[in-house]
């Protein structure tokens, strides 16, 4: 797998149709907080796992509340570096 940024998840939160207040996203903002509900973490989520081929367990989704912390978890468990 390509090397996966914090850039990446941006885009795709971009590009998701979420809630999200995109004026307000940074890396380290709580996608929550920025008004994203459960199915739109879920729709990002699809998409970080359809980019990186890389799937995320259910049981895992509730830690995933930053672009940072999406990208260290991904990283972490693939061995690819951001």
């Known amino acids: ?11 795709i939160v971009r590009g998701a149709g979420t809630k999200v207040d995109l004026d ?7 996608l929550v907080a920025l008004g994203a509900d ?4 879920m729709t990002i989520l699809l ?3 359809d980019r990186t081929g890389f799937e995320i367990p259910d049981e895992d989704v509730g830690g ?3 672009a940072r912390s999406i990208v260290d978890y991904v990283t972490q468990r693939s061995g690819v570096a951001d």
């Open 1 to 11: 797998m390509p090397q996966f940024t914090t850039e990446d998840v941006l885009e």
């Open 38 to 41: 459960s199915l739109d973490i």
């Open 24 to 30: 307000a996203l940074t890396p380290e903002a709580d």
């Open 64 to 66: 995933l509340r930053t």
């Open 47 to 49: 998409d970080v796992q």
